[in-house]
């Protein structure tokens, strides 16, 4: 197998596109594309030509001969990929198919002119796929200073190799027909009649940024609160760089086993002086050098089977950090070996069945994984001093004392005012990412979604590559189909109307101060050391160059 696909895969399928001999699955025309934890290339049918490799916009593409040994497991797991799938596959001896970009037939005096609020993955995407045609114009709004949402904010800072995905969404912003709106907030800044005055079309892509919440007593104790709200705190969101994360206590329980679920258990257990090589946050560091937690407990309702957490994430966390399962625990997965018949579920038990044993002393901070523990209420007077869970579909209690408390069961949407909003799935109701009343059934014009606020929090970073896809596509369609309005206002009217309602707006030339002060801060050992609060990120966006006399000068003859 002369090249792999490794952990850091993010599944936008560029790689696929590169491959000469379409030896990359599965492919983004094929239904397990949309709920495969990884990409897979076929050994045999691979000719080492490294075009993949080029591709790949996060590096997780090696050569077989250059794998580290936490690397080593992916040989097998690309590989097993494929015997299952013996006679289902395409041939290996053309491209696989690629979806040309939507056609735009501009208007007279009237290009396509696009608002797109949010700028992470699909955000980026979106604009990519618009910004294929020549002419059209894409303002991406996003209420922070900085951009690229969950890729900033959601990786883990010892993923800097998945992180690398920004270099391709710099290449994305630096394209003619792209501006920044930075630091502006629509729905407080800006409305979106507002914004729909000013564009042929809106489409959001703004995620979803609240947690579900875990309904239990004791949930709002002192010592408690969510994965993703400490994923935030050590990535510096400057909402969460003051979050008060207590870690002067033995043992952390993580409820919900997901991959964040495990983000958050491997950084609370990593050697502090391995992070501090990355951008986490300063705050985070400096209280991970003083914690006191030597377990953290990563509990699950279901059995072993049912791990919420991809095969890939698994293999990283078990290359990296001890993790040990309880012999109760070891025999479930023994017993649920011996029953399952889905490869990619055995294969998570094989890893599992190997795990330590929780008895033994423990010599440095460990991940325990526990299941059939249904949580019921989080115990403690002043502040949180245990979990009690139920043993699943029993009445048997079980207490795991601990300081922190943490929920891990995943993300919601909000909703966006001015659209429709579908409470139970928490996503906009959407065709396609056309936005639908769901009251008549009728699409609102001119409003479209991708991502997350689409279709729910599924998928991985490169997965809304082709929900975004999908949505420009129709998007375009409509454009040309003559259902979208010209804009009302006049181009120059966006600007003024910014920055009457928020003088501080920023825009590429802003982030790209702020970015470079940061790589500066961060010195020779380390990616980058983020600014925490939005007054440090305006201060260094203060320093960007002013724009050429020529641009001035047009700009002010545009006005």
Same mark, same amino acid.
């Given at each position: ?7 850091? #895969? ?35 049918? =691979? ?8 591709? =790949? ?14 690397? $080593? ?13 013996? @006679?289902?596959?395409?041939?290996? &001896?053309?491209? %696989?198919?690629?979806? +040309? ?63 690398? /995905? ?20 629509? @729905? ?8 729909? %005055? ?21 949930? *709002? ?25 207590? $870690? ?22 990593? *050697? ?11 705050? !985070? ?35 990296? =950090? ?5 012999? +109760? ?76 408390? $943490?929920? &891990? ?32 059934? +009728? ?23 082709? #929900? ?14 003559? /259902?979208?309005?010209?804009?009302? !206002?006049?181009?120059? !009217? ?15 030339? @802003?982030?790209?101060?702020? *970015? ?8 020779? *050992?380390?990616?980058? !050391?983020?600014?925490?609060? /939005? ?25």
């Amino acid at each position: 197998m002369p090249h792999v696909i490794t952990q850091s #895969c993010c599944s936008d399928g560029s790689c696929v596109y590169a491959c000469p001999v379409n030896c990359i699955h599965p492919t983004p025309d094929e239904p397990e594309f949309a709920t495969a934890e990884m990409l897979y290339i076929d050994p045999v049918a =691979c000719v080492d030509c490294g075009a993949c490799v080029t591709a =790949c916009p996060v590096g997780a593409i090696s050569h077989d001969s250059k794998l580290t040994p936490q690397q $080593l497991p992916f040989v097998a797991l690309n590989a097993a990929y494929y015997p299952q799938r013996e @006679g289902k596959l395409p041939p290996t &001896s053309k491209l %696989a198919p690629v979806l +040309e970009a939507p056609k735009v037939f501009p208007r007279k005096g009237h290009p396509l002119t696009v608002a797109i609020v949010g700028s992470g993955p699909a955000a980026m995407y979106a604009a990519d796929e618009l910004l294929t045609q020549k002419g059209v114009q894409v303002n991406v709004f996003e209420k922070l200073p900085t951009p690229y949402g969950l890729v900033r904010a959601g990786v883990a800072p010892d993923h800097q190799s998945t992180k690398r /995905v920004t270099r391709l969404f710099d290449r994305i912003a630096a394209q003619p027909g792209f501006r920044f709106f930075l630091n502006v907030e629509v @729905g407080s800044h800006l409305t979106h009649e507002e914004l729909m %005055a000013h564009h042929h079309a809106v489409l959001y892509a703004v995620g979803a940024p609240t947690d579900r919440r875990l309904d239990i007593e004791g949930m *709002d104790l002192p010592g408690t609160g969510t994965a993703t709200e400490v994923v935030a705190w050590y990535n510096g969101h400057p909402d969460f760089a003051s979050l008060p994360v207590d $870690l002067g206590h033995d043992r952390a329980v993580i409820v919900g086993n997901g991959n964040v679920a495990l983000d958050v258990a491997r950084i609370l257990t990593t *050697d502090p002086d391995v992070l501090a090589r990355t951008d986490i946050s300063e705050a !985070a560091l400096a209280a991970l050098r003083a914690s006191r937690i030597t377990e953290v407990v990563v509990a699950a309702r279901r059995g072993p089977a049912q791990s919420a957490f991809t095969l890939p994430e698994l293999i990283g966390l078990t290359s990296t =950090c001890e993790v040990v399962l309880s012999a +109760e625990d070891h025999d479930a997965v023994i017993r649920a070996l011996g029953t399952t018949q889905d490869p990619l579920t055995r294969n998570k038990l094989q890893v599992l069945s190997k795990l330590g044993d929780a008895s033994a002393p423990v010599t440095r901070p460990r991940i325990r994984l526990a299941y059939h523990l249904t949580p019921t209420r989080v115990a403690g007077a002043a502040r949180a001093e245990a979990v009690e869970f139920t043993r699943t579909g029993t009445d048997e209690v079980v207490r795991i004392d601990a300081g922190l408390v $943490l929920s &891990s069961i995943g993300y919601r949407g909000k909703p966006i005012p001015g659209l429709p909003f579908d409470e139970e799935r928490a996503v906009v109701p959407n065709d396609g990412g056309r936005v639908v009343d769901p009251r008549t059934g +009728e699409r609102v014009r001119g409003s479209y979604v991708a991502g997350w606020i689409k279709r729910g929090p599924t998928g991985f970073i490169g997965t809304n590559k082709s #929900c975004a896809a999908q949505t420009v596509r129709n998007l375009v369609d409509d454009y040309n189909a003559g /259902v979208l309005r010209d804009p009302a !206002a006049r181009p120059a !009217a966006l600007d003024k109307l910014v920055r009457d309602r928020r003088p501080g707006v920023l825009d590429a030339a @802003g982030w790209h101060a702020i *970015d470079a002060a940061e790589v500066a801060r961060g010195g020779a *050992d380390r990616p980058r !050391a983020k600014f925490l609060t /939005v007054a440090e990120m305006l201060a260094a966006a203060a320093n960007a160059p002013a724009p050429p006399l020529g641009r001035r000068i047009l700009a002010g003859l545009r006005r």
